[in-house]
């Protein structure tokens, strides 16, 4: 009788099935229509096609994956195809307004502002993914053992967790820079660990999900040992939390550096770096230098606004 | 292809019935394609009168009463047909015409009482602003609301309104919205499994309150349910649904005690009827798998899974019969329906020779065992159990009652208080599951009640199989290959479903793959916790099957929960009753089942309404199961126990567990000559004896 139908998974009518044979087709969608059933209609065949195709079909996904390629191209290649070079200074051409041969201007040292926009990509897209998955490594693990283990642990570093996220985020990046200092691998440290308690909070709920169910005891009944259960059983099911995490704390990453560097405690002049030159060209206002401060605030924006659109597509599908 | 039938029972003569609906279509828009959930359902409802729907999930019970007053999700519309509500259109209705409709002329009633309230308003507020709604002043508004509470009996309405929805027990808010859905005088009420969330007992009265409104305030019902013997108690008139199809139509006990529709037979062939024993009968079931949702079907809806289809049921599509004048039945051949052959054997082979006899002590045996939960919840208290070598012990009682911590704490999941005892061949097991050793988690396995939950939907079904196989049976290569051969044929599930993950799988086919893991390495005892309640009737049937003939190959020893009371007594050889973590009663099931039994026993058996429609409801419980932070003194049951003595013994001793017939045991002050002639005074149900 199992050879009766060759492609279960895809065979839409249980037609050819023998009346008396005692499994039948696959239900892919799960045949649910009960109690709840109209929604389970709306959200029906979520298994079907693969959650990458679902999120193939979601044009805020195209929408910032088109503007963060388009950044990552200019941090790899950006010192190539820039009109100028950044760091070269023309003092007698310094605050030009945009203009055919410099589209977004010069800044007070006469410097192009498209080329320092397009090679100050680079950094921002170093620093932010290393400093993301640092926290995320660190955050997961801890929001981990704080789920599974509970009791006095979790209650002992909860506390301790929400202390840390009581203070406000400079005042302890202040800390760690001092701690630390501000190379590139310094401040990449100092925003992962400033991350890592945000996202441990999230995955110790979804662990705590994961730990009422019957999956656990029945792991147990098997005899597996707590790292087992942890990492062959729950992490599985929390990774698509700890992804979702990971897109949203990216773009709050750039947000973290371009501060940082606003601040004087990121990315050290003279590299090009979009908050250092806002830090260092915002005195123009007043005077009317506005695409100084523009450029490279809109650089910021729409780079964070990409990996927020990507996240919440991300979101979505793994919501649904 | 659309049959036209002449709608049955003919509404009386001068006004509008209550419901009219004709050749309603529902279609779903589910990713740019349409589908239909209901086809040319077609059904009437008279004033005053009570109609049921029932099917299985999937059959489009609940997008029918959702369609009726227009709440379906915004990708689903009424595509075809009519509807009249009390002669009023809602298909054509705006939205203000719509809004006053749902308000006045109809009100629903859903399974989770949770979710139709709102939680941050307090009782009698939210009941009340349906009177402010329908123009009275909010001091009269007060009052109304006052007066629908006690109308649904409960007990102290003017503290109940000024409670939180949260601060009510499910039975409590069921109540309270049942009280705010008759508070417009609808002249429909809709109920879509208004108790599959509340216990046996409690619904039990719920079931009765609605039926005494029913009479006082004149109003029809729809009513919705899984549970083909609730309808058969609550409804006048019942429609079957299946795949979005109505197969048959007809009086409620008419069609239950004679069906016409091949469907019908098969449904209620696959519920326990008394009688049966897991020794000697097999439940029939229903083949094959409701059609996907959507799918166009030529033929009969039903042909793909009947056993009495012929090439014209697979051709032609199959108008409605008439059975009788009030009968009718989607099926070319509805006088061979109740003949349809079964799909499974009857009966099994004789008995394998009697394997409880002779072993010695109990395989399992639990003693004074007590388990006090933070907060000083007593969930059991002093439990003595023994299991035999070889049979099923049914576990039953009400939620609250402590039944799956005692199961927990057999599992070595959940530690019990200093000075309990448990044994398994005799020798005490460590209270700590992870300190136990690999025989002993070999020894004692679980099939949990909800596979979604027990089932890592992260692994594929041959990972899951195969774990228990290489961890605790130690077998790996071509040993551990052959076993799960051999699994998963026993458990009838196929090679092609081993790479798939459990969210690919049916209800059914997840059970069985959790049934394969409990099973694969060879376990002496196997909890059951509730292994059938999240599944369909027609697959429960199969699974019970399932679990009988494994019992049976596996020589396995079964400690079996549930709330059914018919399941448990298919499947049972000896029935524990525990109330408030206390035994209440123990003794093999068909003397526990025959009588005389213990007041609760006596009371659950009483509350849950069967398809045998000769047993008479005999007593009735009022009110909560008391906390069990805070247990009743004495007999803990007093509080609600309807023979409770009037000497005051009951209320001041807790009676012992005494044991006037061999393997007999019951805790109560009344002595059992006593009890037996309690229970016998009113009419007597038909003796059915059955013989093994």
């Not at chain 2, 059904?43 to 709440?71: C, D, M, N, P, Q």
Request: proline share 8%; hydrophobic share 45%; charged share 20%.
């Amino acid at each position: 009788m199992s050879g009766s139908v060759p492609q279960p998974a895809e065979s839409a009518v249980p037609s050819p099935v023998d009346p008396v044979a005692p499994v039948a087709p696959l239900d892919r969608t799960g045949g649910y229509l009960g109690a709840t059933g109209a929604a389970a209609v709306a959200a029906a065949g979520r298994a079907t096609p693969t959650r990458w195709r679902l999120l193939l079909r979601r044009p805020t996904f195209y929408v910032g994956a088109g503007i963060l390629l388009f950044w990552v191209v200019c941090a790899v290649f950006g010192y190539m195809f820039a009109p100028y070079n950044p760091l070269a200074q023309q003092l007698l051409l310094n605050n030009t307004a945009p203009s055919a041969a410099h589209w977004f201007g010069t800044d007070p040292l006469g410097r192009d502002l498209l080329s320092r926009v397009i090679t100050g990509a680079r950094d921002i897209l170093i620093i932010t993914p290393l400093a993301t998955i640092l926290a995320t490594i660190l955050g997961t693990a801890l929001g981990l053992a704080m789920g599974y283990i509970g009791g006095a642990f979790d209650a002992v570093v909860g506390r301790i967790v929400e202390a840390f996220l009581a203070i406000p985020f400079v005042i302890v990046a202040f800390m760690f820079v001092v701690a630390i200092g501000h190379s590139l691998v310094g401040i990449t440290i100092i925003i992962g660990l400033v991350f890592t308690p945000l996202i441990a909070r999230t995955v110790r709920a979804a662990v705590q999900v994961e730990r009422s169910m019957d999956y656990v005891p029945a792991a147990r009944l098997l005899g597996e040992n707590s790292g087992r259960v942890m990492f062959a059983e729950i992490l599985p099911n929390v990774l698509p939390a700890v992804l979702v995490e990971f897109t949203v704390r990216l773009g709050y990453a750039v947000f973290a550096l371009a501060t940082l560097s606003f601040l004087g405690f990121g990315i050290a002049p003279p590299t090009p770096d979009w908050g250092a030159d806002i830090q260092a060209n915002y005195i123009g206002l007043p005077a009317g230098y506005w695409w100084q401060t523009l450029f490279p605030a809109l650089a910021i924006a729409t780079l964070v606004t990409a990996v927020i659109l990507i996240a919440d597509s991300v979101e979505q599908v793994l919501a649904s | 292809m659309t049959a036209d039938l002449g709608v049955t029972a003919p509404p009386p003569a001068d006004q509008a019935p209550a419901l009219s609906v004709s050749h309603m279509d529902v279609t779903y828009r589910v990713r740019g394609q349409d589908r239909l959930a209901l086809r040319d359902v077609s059904f009437l409802i008279s004033r005053g009168e009570s109609y049921g729907l029932v099917g299985e999930s999937g059959s489009g019970k609940s997008t029918a009463a959702l369609a009726l007053v227009r709440y379906l999700p915004s990708n689903g519309r009424v595509s075809g047909g009519t509807i009249s509500i009390d002669g009023l259109d809602p298909l054509s209705m705006g939205t203000s015409a719509l809004r006053d409709l749902r308000a006045r002329t109809v009100s629903m009633v859903y399974q989770e009482p949770g979710r139709a309230l709102n939680p941050s308003m307090r009782v009698g507020r939210q009941i009340a602003e349906v009177f402010e709604i329908a123009g009275q002043s909010s001091g009269d508004a007060q009052q109304s609301a006052e007066q629908m509470l006690r109308k649904v009996q409960i007990s102290d309405p003017g503290r109940v309104m000024l409670r939180y929805p949260h601060e009510l027990s499910g039975g409590m808010a069921q109540r309270a919205v049942i009280a705010m859905a008759l508070a417009r005088s609808p002249s429909l009420l809709i109920l879509d499994e208004p108790t599959t969330a509340l216990d046996a007992t409690v619904e039990a009265e719920v079931l009765d309150l609605v039926a005494a409104l029913r009479q006082e305030f004149d109003t029809s019902v729809l009513f919705i349910s899984h549970n083909l013997a609730v309808i058969a108690k609550m409804c006048d008139r019942v429609g079957v649904l299946y795949a979005g199809e109505l197969v048959e139509e007809g009086p409620a006990r008419a069609v239950f005690e004679n069906p016409r529709h091949p469907y019908t037979v098969g449904l209620l062939r696959c519920i326990p009827r008394r009688g049966q024993r897991k020794d000697t009968d097999r439940l029939d079931s229903i083949p094959g798998f409701l059609p996907t949702p959507g799918v166009t079907v030529t033929g009969c809806i039903f042909a793909p899974r009947c056993g009495l289809a012929r090439d014209r049921c697979r051709q032609e599509h199959p108008p409605f019969f008439a059975v009788d004048e009030v009968r009718t039945s989607r099926c070319f051949f509805h006088e061979q329906a109740p003949d349809l052959p079964r799909a499974t054997p009857v009966s099994v082979a004789a008995p394998a020779a009697d394997g409880t006899g002779g072993t010695a002590g109990p395989l399992v045996d639990v003693e004074r065992l007590s388990k006090t939960f933070a907060g000083g919840v007593q969930a059991l208290a002093g439990v003595d159990v023994s299991i035999q070598q070889g049979e099923t012990l049914g576990l039953v009682g009400e939620s609250g009652s402590g039944k799956t911590t005692l199961a927990r704490v057999l599992l070595g999941l959940t530690a019990p208080d200093q000075g309990s005892v448990v044994t398994l061949h005799g020798k005490p097991l460590n209270p700590d599951v992870r300190r136990r050793p690999r025989e002993i988690l070999r020894a004692l396995q679980i099939v949990f009640q909800n596979p979604d939950s027990a089932l890592n939907r992260r692994h594929t079904v041959r990972a899951l199989i195969s774990r228990p196989l290489s961890r605790l049976a130690g077998l790996s290569g071509a040993a551990l290959r052959d076993r799960l051969e051999e699994l998963i044929a026993s458990v009838r599930l196929e090679d092609r479903h081993l790479p798939l993950r459990p969210s690919q799988l049916s209800g059914g086919l997840k059970q069985r793959v959790a049934i394969a893991r409990a099973f694969g390495a060879g376990p002496e005892v196997v909890v059951c916790d509730e292994p059938t309640s999240a599944l369909d009737v027609s697959v429960q049937a199969a699974i019970l099957n399932l679990l009988a003939d494994l019992q049976r190959k596996e020589q396995a020893t079964y400690l079996f929960i549930s709330h059914d009371l018919g399941l448990v007594r298919y499947l049972s050889d000896r029935i524990v009753v525990l109330y408030l973590g206390r035994v209440m009663e123990v003794g093999p099931s068909e003397t526990v089942f025959d009588g005389p039994h213990h007041p609760y026993t006596e009371a659950l058996f009483s509350a849950v309404p069967s398809l045998d429609l000769q047993r008479p409801d005999r007593i009735r419980l009022t009110g909560e199961i008391p906390s069990a932070a805070d247990p009743p003194s004495g007999c803990v049951f007093h509080t609600r126990c309807p023979r409770r003595l009037p000497t005051g013994i009951c209320e001041s001793t807790e009676p012992p567990l005494h044991e006037d017939e061999p393997g007999h045991q019951i805790r109560c002050h009344i002595p059992l000559t006593e009890l037996r002639e309690l229970q016998r005074s009113p009419s007597v149900s038909s003796p059915h004896s059955e013989s093994g």
